[in-house]
């Protein structure tokens, strides 16, 4: 009896002992599997840092030009300045944003194409992407020379329309400049050739303040050199950039020069191309919409002011975050296209935790500093102690403009264009318009109301993406990435040598744009 029971608890002891082993080597295991989840991340971070530096750079450095254009206007007269600063939030928002759209759909297809190593087709979407730019640009180019008669019949003084249309026409060229250097900076931030696209916009930023002191101060142009100055470096930064595309190795094998298969696919392209256009206009466009109702509150002078600083200092401040989205669209595309979903979600969860980092640093930093901002703008004591009380508003925006930005990237880069512009179609002008209507104008708030509303529309816009993001089936959209690219491609029995070719492509394009448009039901 008593052998049996020194047996049992033999027995229990080494089974004690072989579940303290179990549990050790499975807290040991875990402990490793984090560790090598930390230093995944930590790779992740290093890649996707070493794209959003020059791209953030790079953002400023663009945003720059139109800045100090306005800056040399401004010491002109003032008249001359408010003609300007119409001009080219006209241009901005009519043209700007939708050649800036339309060259979003590249984020996808150049994207995916590199990751799968169909180098010859991040060419070919290109091209595609040139030719659709470039129609675009005409149409928006007949606008921007009568846009001095569009704004007197939208009730704008008529001297200043009349100044802001002889601005608008000498902007008139850069309208085409920026469409192709769009797609030539999509193009390149495919392949992760983001260097060259800092160097050429550093170069140009330097030539532009020499050009707007030239044309601005010393020609008989006047304020119109501003203009002309904005065209000129436009074009120039993209003189640069095709020079290193014709003759660096490293776009030796995704440009092989213009071909004729550029035509077939071209539906496939604007399948992409409008909903991409629609979410960067419904952005731009609510933006301007809330300076509008900004000159609608009492006392306009102030608040239009105060809503103009707050939207400059947010503007300033985004290009960090959107350096990020650029990232994070790269990120995903490339690894969707090379069928490594996992790859892709661990890029998102890295760049959300990179953005909140982000915005808390830059928000204190707003925050600390909110009597220097509306010193750094006006003189007026009003008018610094109202952008001084918008600054917490302006951070807490800023924060989760951040989770914005990488979660609009991810549907970039995924190719969900068209669900991104419902949501922001809602999130927008279904949510944030009224609930800024309601706060600015019912509630008495101002234009700290009109900013809130613009908060609770980011808010529900990144619940949402969120939302999406967490329960979407990667694996899927990898799949989905290896469709798009065979629906993209050419069939394998063309031949360019086909004199019919040319015709062929044309009408086959024609036919499955009619086939598209006929209703189904």
Not at 101 to 107: C, E, H, I, R
Not at 162 to 179: C, K, V
Request: hydrophobic letters at 50%.
């Amino acid at each position: 009896m008593f052998r049996e029971r020194e047996g049992e608890r033999g027995r229990e002891q080494r089974i004690e002992k072989g579940e303290e082993v179990e549990q050790r080597m499975k807290r040991q295991e875990g402990m490793e599997q984090r560790m090598k989840i930390g230093e995944e991340m930590m790779k992740e971070m290093k890649r996707q840092t070493a794209l959003t530096l020059p791209l953030s750079l790079a953002n400023f450095l663009m945003f720059s030009l139109q800045f100090v254009s306005i800056m040399f206007v401004g010491h002109i007269s003032h008249e001359k300045l408010a003609g300007a600063s119409i001009a080219i939030s006209f241009i901005n928002s009519l043209g700007f944003s939708l050649l800036m759209g339309a060259s979003s759909a590249l984020d996808t297809l150049c994207g995916q194409s590199y990751g799968a190593k169909s180098f010859k087709l991040v060419g070919l979407h290109l091209q595609r992407a040139l030719l659709v730019v470039v129609l675009i640009s005409l149409p928006l180019a007949f606008l921007m020379a009568f846009s001095g008669r569009i704004l007197i019949q939208l009730h704008q003084l008529p001297e200043i329309s009349m100044t802001a249309e002889s601005f608008a026409r000498l902007m008139i060229p850069s309208l085409f400049a920026f469409g192709l250097l769009q797609c030539i900076f999509k193009f390149l931030q495919a392949q992760k050739l983001v260097i060259p696209i800092l160097l050429s916009t550093g170069l140009t930023a330097v030539l532009h303040v020499f050009n707007c002191w030239l044309f601005t101060y010393n020609t008989e142009l006047g304020y119109r050199g501003a203009a002309l100055s904005v065209s000129i470096s436009y074009w120039f930064n993209l003189l640069l950039l095709v020079l290193y595309i014709f003759l660096s190795p490293s776009c030796k094998e995704t440009w092989t020069g213009f071909s004729r298969e550029a035509f077939h696919g071209l539906w496939s392209f604007l399948k992409l191309g409008i909903p991409s256009t629609l979410m960067v206009c419904f952005q731009n466009w609510q933006f301007e919409l809330l300076l509008l109702l900004a000159g609608l509150l009492q006392n306009p002078e102030l608040q239009t002011s105060v809503m103009s600083i707050s939207q400059n200092i947010s503007s300033l401040v985004y290009v960090l975050p959107l350096g990020v989205s650029g990232a994070i669209t790269t990120r995903i595309s490339n690894e969707l296209g090379a069928e490594n979903p996992r790859a892709a979600v661990q890029s998102i969860l890295t760049a959300l935790l990179t953005v909140g980092i982000e915005g808390m640093l830059v928000g204190s930093a707003i925050i600390c500093g909110r009597s220097f901002w509306g010193h750094a703008y006006s003189e007026e004591t009003e008018v610094v102690n109202a952008v001084a009380a918008m600054m917490p508003w302006i951070a807490l925006s800023h924060c989760i403009d951040g989770f914005q930005c990488v979660l609009l990237g991810t549907i970039r880069g995924s190719g969900r264009q068209k669900i991104g512009a419902f949501v922001c179609l809602g999130s927008y002008y279904i949510i944030g318009i009224p609930a800024s209507i309601i706060l600015g104008f019912v509630l008495h708030m101002g234009v700290k109301g009109l900013w809130i509303g613009n908060l609770c529309a980011i808010f529900v816009q990144d619940f949402v993406l969120l939302l999406m993001s967490t329960f979407t089936n990667w694996e899927k959209q990898a799949m989905k990435a290896k469709e798009r690219l065979k629906e993209s491609g050419m069939p394998s029995n063309t031949c360019e040598s086909d004199p019919n070719y040319w015709i062929f492509n044309i009408h086959a394009s024609m036919h499955s744009l009619s086939i598209t448009m006929e209703p189904t039901g």
